[in-house]
Each structure stands twice: as structure tokens, then as C-alpha cells.
């Protein structure tokens, strides 16, 4: 949750190998099988040697409130939380974090990976860096820029009042938001915080700290998963699928749950010549994972007692059922999609490959098209450091009462900032003297130009190349389904007004105006 609304401009989220750059959080483990805590973990993905100094990622306990009274048992903090000044992501574009450098983690993960530890990585704090807490509700959060905190000299300073350490309460007033230190009367303040990826799932009433609810993994009351592991990276929530939620209610699932696999762990047979984990899927509660699309589509009252009142239909609109990860019918030699420390998890027995990358797709569609281009000749001019007025859950700004004036928020977070992190970096000499110029310039668009294909004939309608009739009834059909291939006058919508475009440009043959998609 947040206590304002990010005013950014366009939903921007963007990918890329070789001169694009971004990064995410890509999977964590942070309770291993028994007392195993040497396997905890957290890794990034993104640009490969991409620089991470100024970066941190934090682990975020909500609390609990069993008796949901607004009183929390357990106040919520900060975990743990790690600086990531010095570092780089590896060759391959990953980095793995470790509780124990020495141990197994280390020697299992794949060796173009950076691995660095905990408690060399530890934000200096009156404790000690230790284990991951278990239970309770769990908030993972990577930033680039926090209050009271700046770079020089490559490294981190820490000025008075800073408060993105462990042991820190994020959430006096325990109201599922980060603070600004306005509720308490304290000079600690965690917000405006620039977040660059997050995760959260909630357990025994305790709260979430992410910018949207879109972010949090539906109803996990009574299931703390030990792991997680990203297959996806969506612009946008794609609402592929649904849940039962606590209430018995069917409800779309969030964009957590189609971009990951989580669950219980379980360790794979020791004779292996290194310790190898997978989820568990043995375990009461099975391993979740994004919508099937491919599986059957149910009928399904509007409020159901449970999953078990929806029946197979041809004429169904939910899909319930999750991607397979379990082989052999769930025996332990067999669990379903290991974890790989460092290095993409696909697993060709579940027909999974995890999300890479796209040069120049900045609305993370899985391509680069004229949508790109649209959206980074919008943003030339845009910095990582734009600020915004901070608005609160009613658009109302957020007023620092020491000044009177609203809060600054950074403008651009989540795919929003790794967005116009992919776009300036479309050409990495556009600076003085050949660097990196921190804002989106002319340069980075001619070099997404040069990158993505030119647009197709718009009466080419299945997309074979040729201007036949054949793509008559081709139009039909996307404009049936709403594909917006079938939007030949390009006004953002597929309508009626469509088919008069279309005819006129069948009739100019070769010779007609091209379209993207």
C-alpha cells in the first residue's frame, strides 16, 4: 500500500539485453526445509554488469493481528536490509545474495552470477545482520533512493534521520503504509522511498508494503510460503485468471500471482552431489503458479462456497487451474521447478521458461513495436530523478508540516522506473564526453528506431506478407475477437469505422499505409 498515488506519466515499463537496462527481483528463499538457514537467499536479474551502487533490497515484516482490532501483537520492521553499494550484476545479468558466503548456496549457483552475503551487504544499524524472520505477513522491496541518503565517492552516506535499517517499525500508526515520520512526531522517514521492484503476501492479518495492491499474492492467510521464484514480468495486470478469495468470492488474479511460482520447499534426495531445492508438491498446500491459459474455462456462480462449485464449461469465462510443475505424480525425486541460484529457471519438463528481457519492449508485451515508440518519444527529457508531488489515496498532496509544503515522490517507480531506465540507456554514449546521459534523449529514440521493425501493410490482415483477398475474411476475424491488428485506422480502437480503413487500403494494394501492431 502507499500513502499517495504516484502522479507518473504513461504506465512505462521497459527491457532489454545489451545496452537496455533494468532490474527486478527474481527469487528469494527465505525459509529453507528444517533449520537450514545457510540457503537463504534473494536474487536480481537484470542488465548484465549493470551497477548497483545506491541500490538496496529489504526484507519488510508486516506484524500480526490475529483478532483484527487494528492492534497489532507483533509490531511490523524492516527484517533485514541490505546495501548493494560496489556491486554489479554478473555476465549473465543476475545477482544472488547469500546468508552464508561460505556455504551451499554459493557453490550451487552458476558462476557468471555476483554473489555477495549478508553481512558484509548489511546497512550499518545498532544490530547484527541475521536470518530472514519466518511468519507473519513479508514485503520484499528493492530501492534506488532513500531519505536522508546519497552517494559519494561510489559509496553510501548516512545522514541523520535515516531509517531504511533493520529493526526499524516502517508502519507506526499500522495502517498498511510506509511513513513519512508524520505520524509519529519523529524525524524517521521511510517515504518518499523510489521502489524499484516488490512482492508481498499477507499472513495472520499483518500488512503489505507495496506501491499497489496488484503487487501483493491473493489471500495467503494461513500459508507462508518458503520460496518464490519469478516466470513473468507484466506492464500491466493481465487478469489472465481467477481465485477463491477468504470470502468464498471469485475474484482476477493480481499480476504477483501470474508473474510467480511460490510455495513450500522441499529438498531433493541427498545423494545429489550438491544440495538441490524444488517446491514441494506434497506439501497440504501445493505449489501456485500463473493461470494455465491453455486449461479449461469453468461456469461459475457469481459467489461460490468454494472452487468445487464451478463445473467444466465450453461456455466458461474463469480459468482456475495453475500451470503444471509437479511430474510423476508428486514423488520427491521428482518436485516441481528447483530452484537455480544465479541463472534462469526454466524447466523444459513443465514447458517453462522464465521472462527475459526484450530490447526496446517498453510496455512489457514481449515485443518491440510502434507501442515503444509512442511511449519513449513521450519520455525524452525524463530522469530516474523526477519528483512529483506526493497525493495521498484521494489525489490530495501530502504536506510536510515542517515546511507546509507537499511532499515530494519520485515520479517514476516499479516498471514505471525501469522503463526509462531501458530507454536511456538505448544509446549509452549520448552523454558528455561518450557516457550515458541520465536523461531520455533523441539519441535513445533514433536507437529504438533502429531497433524495432518497421510496421506491416494495414490491409495485410493475417500477416502473410501480401495484400489478397484472403485478408477480407482475416479482418473479420480479428475484428470478431478484438485483435487490434484489426484497428487499420490506428485511433486506439478496433470499431466499424475499421472496415471503410481497411477497404481503402486493400486498394492501395503495396502502396498502403503501414501499421504497428
Known amino acids: 500500500m502507499q500513502k499517495r ?46 551497477d548497483l551502487t545506491g541500490y538496496a533490497i529489504a526484507c519488510v515484516k508486516g506484524g500480526s493481528d490475529l483478532n483484527g482490532d487494528g492492534v497489532p501483537e507483533s509490531p511490523a520492521e524492516i527484517d533485514e536490509a541490505f546495501s548493494l553499494d560496489g556491486l554489479s550484476l554478473g555476465a ?22 555476483t554473489i555477495a552475503d549478508f553481512a558484509a551487504q548489511h546497512i ?95 489471500d495467503t492467510q494461513g500459508f507462508d510460503p518458503d520460496a518464490l521464484s519469478r516466470v513473468n514480468y507484466f506492464g500491466t495486470n493481465p487478469n489472465a485468471g481467477n481465485r477463491i478469495n477468504s470470502d468464498m468470492e471469485v475474484v482476477r488474479t493480481r499480476s504477483a500471482d501470474e ?45 461460490p462456497t468454494g472452487e468445487g462449485d464451478c463445473t467444466v464449461s465450453g461456455s466458461g469465462t474463469f480459468r482456475f487451474d495453475d500451470i503444471t510443475i509437479v511430474t510423476n505424480a508428486g514423488t520427491p525425486s521428482e518436485t516441481g521447478f528447483n530452484m537455480t541460484p ?10 517453462i521458461a522464465q521472462f527475459r528481457f526484450v530490447l526496446a519492449d517498453f510496455n512489457f508485451d514481449g515485443e518491440a513495436n510502434g507501442d515503444d515508440l509512442t511511449l519513449i518519444n513521450a519520455s525524452v527529457g525524463a530522469t530516474l530523478d523526477d519528483r512529483t508531488d506526493c ?22 517507480e516499479g516498471r514505471a522506473f525501469n522503463g526509462i531506465e531501458a530507454m536511456r540507456w538505448m544509446d549509452p554514449t549520448d552523454g558528455p564526453g561518450g557516457t550515458n546521459d541520465p536523461a531520455v534523449t533523441v539519441f535513445d529514440v533514433m536507437a529504438a528506431e533502429a531497433v524495432i521493425p518497421t510496421g506491416r501493410l494495414c490491409a495485410d490482415q493475417n500477416m502473410d506478407g501480401f495484400v489478397s483477398p484472403a485478408d477480407f475474411s482475416a479482418w473479420v476475424a480479428n475484428f470478431n475477437v478484438m485483435n487490434p491488428v484489426a484497428d487499420v485506422n490506428q485511433d486506439g480502437s478496433v ?14 494494394g503495396a502502396n498502403g499505409p503501414t501499421c504497428n501492431p
Open 259 to 303: 508473474e510467480f511460482i511460490y510455495g513450500e520447499i522441499l529438498r531433493l534426495p541427498p545423494n545429489r552431489p550438491l544440495p538441490e531445492y524444488g517446491f514441494d508438491p506434497l506439501d497440504m498446500a501445493l505449489p501456485k503458479a500463473p493461470t494455465n491459459l491453455s486449461g479449461p474455462l469453468y461456469d461459475c456462480p457469481p459467489s
Open 342 to 351: 544465479g541463472t534462469f529457471n526454466d524447466d523444459a519438463r513443465f514447458g
Open 391 to 412: 497525493l495521498d489515496e484521494f489525489g490530495a498532496p501530502i504536506i510536510d508540516p515542517g515546511t507546509g509544503m507537499p511532499f515530494q515522490c519520485y515520479a517514476y
Open 495 to 508: 470499431s466499424p469505422a475499421d472496415f471503410s480503413a481497411w477497404v481503402a487500403a486493400f486498394n492501395q
Open 124 to 218: 550499518p544499524t545498532i544490530d547484527t545482520a541475521g536470518n530472514l524472520a519466518n511468519g507473519d505477513s513479508t514485503t520484499y522491496l528493492l530501492v534506488r533512493a532513500r531519505p536522508n541518503h546519497s552517494i559519494s565517492g561510489g559509496a553510501s552516506v548516512y545522514a541523520p534521520g535515516y531509517s531504511f535499517r533493520k529493526d526499524v517499525n516502517p508502519d507506526v500508526d499500522y495502517d498498511g503504509k510506509l511513513d513519512f515520520g508524520i505520524e509519529s512526531g519523529s524525524p524517521l522517514a521511510l517515504d518518499p522511498l523510489q521502489i524499484v521492484d516488490d512482492i508481498a503476501w499477507s499472513d495472520n492479518g499483518g500488512k503489505e508494503y507495496v506501491r499497489s495492491s496488484d503487487q501483493e499474492i491473493s
Open 92 to 113: 549473465d545479468g543476475f545477482l544472488v545474495l547469500v546468508n552464508d558466503p561460505f556455504g551451499d548456496v554459493p557453490d550451487y549457483t552458476h558462476p557468471t552470477a
Open 5 to 50: 498515488h504516484i502522479a507518473a506519466a504513461a504506465l512505462l515499463v521497459a527491457a532489454g539485453q545489451g545496452a537496455s537496462a533494468q532490474v527486478v527481483i527474481n527469487e528469494a528463499m527465505h525459509d529453507p526445509p528444517g533449520a537450514e538457514t545457510a540457503w537463504e537467499f534473494f536474487e536480481l536479474y537484470g542488465r548484465p554488469n549493470m
